[in-house]
């Protein structure tokens, strides 16, 4: 109810182009398009939106919930918002026009990279499922139609030579993967986010969990053909109740806006997030990761000019 309160007041406000144009060309009523409500991007965006709405004099700001990275990249460069999170892969395919991208998508320019989202495959302790290939002939959750997770899924089953064909494929996002996991409806579901993750801490609160390895050679194989990806190990502390570790892939979490927005503007609100960080620690431990030093760690496309503006001035 929350995110679909947030969806309505944003397209009530909003015209055509994403806003009503203020002075100067700014943008008055900024969306930014986040995830689903149990994964990271929506506490995050919501806190961004909440920073540039209390800082930003002509701005008001409003995080909403979503179907996170594809969907984003094509509702920004509709011009359906103006900011997104989105995974680097995600915004690299879409300015190149492959992958799960029919045409380039390319309306949206780079604001910053956050942390890593790691690509955790999920089970129960129980379930028998130890490595990637054991997989086949399972009931597996994929993330959401056209998500990152999806396209990540995808991606790491194809490395294993593996197809939807070769699996019971769910397409569900992180909440209701966790639920049917427990209910005992899926046997594995992937999950792209940062760790901690919501929807997983919630399930290994009841119950023992494992986070599926993928072996050397297969990182190695998807490190050469997706230079996005990045080796990600995580160890017995990263949830309650999995007391093993897990070698895995990780991509980028970076914010994205549309490409159309006035310089000073991106310029101002860019400057409003980095002068108060301390609302992104508060709304979810990755938001720690934010810094300047690392903002442009992983960028897969071109900065937008108000954002570069800021970092030359640092």
């Known amino acids: 109810m929350l995110s679909l309160g947030f969806l309505l007041a944003a397209c009530g406000d909003n015209n055509e182009n ?6 100067d060309g700014w943008v008055e009523n900024v969306t930014i398009l986040t995830g689903g409500e149990n994964g990271v991007y929506f506490p995050l965006g919501v806190a961004m939106a909440e920073i540039m709405d209390e800082n930003v004099d002509g701005v008001s700001a409003t995080g ?26 995600i915004a690299y395919n879409a300015h190149q026009g492959e992958k799960m991208f029919e045409e380039v998508v390319d309306g949206f ?14 089970t129960l302790a ?10 086949e002939g399972k009931r597996v959750a994929v993330g959401d139609v056209g998500s990152g997770t999806e396209a990540n899924a995808k991606q790491i089953l194809e490395a294993h030579d593996i197809t939807y064909d070769d699996i019971s494929a769910e397409w569900m996002g992180f909440g209701d993967a966790s639920t049917n996991l427990q209910d005992g409806n899926i046997d594995a579901a992937f999950v792209t ?16 969990i494992r986070i599926v390895s993928i072996s050397s050679d297969k990182i190695d194989q998807l490190e050469e053909e997706y230079p996005y990806y990045t ?23 970076m914010l994205v806006v549309r490409s159309d927005l006035p310089e000073d503007q ?25 810094t300047i030093d690392t903002a442009q760690n992983g960028m897969s496309i071109d900065l937008h000019p108000g954002a570069e503006k800021y970092y030359n001035e640092q």
């Open 231 to 253: 080796r990600e190990e995580l160890d017995e502390n990263t949830y309650e109740n999995f007391d093993a570790t897990a070698t895995t892939v990780a991509v980028q979490a």
């Open 193 to 208: 986010a940062g760790t901690p993750t919501g929807s997983i801490q919630e399930l290994a609160a009841s119950t023992d």
């Open 64 to 89: 909403v919930a979503s179907g996170a990275s594809v969907v984003n990249s094509n509702e920004l460069n509709d011009g359906e918002a103006e900011f997104a999170l989105v995974q680097n892969d």
């Open 126 to 135: 129980d379930s028998g499922i130890q490595t990637v290939e054991d997989l």
């Open 266 to 290: 991106v310029y101002e609100l860019t400057k409003s997030i980095f002068e108060n960080t301390e609302a992104m620690e508060n709304a979810h431990e990755r938001g720690k990761d934010l």
């Open 109 to 122: 320019s780079g604001v910053f990279t956050i942390y890593p989202e790691t690509i955790q495959i999920v």
């Open 18 to 23: 994403g806003g009503e144009d203020g002075a």
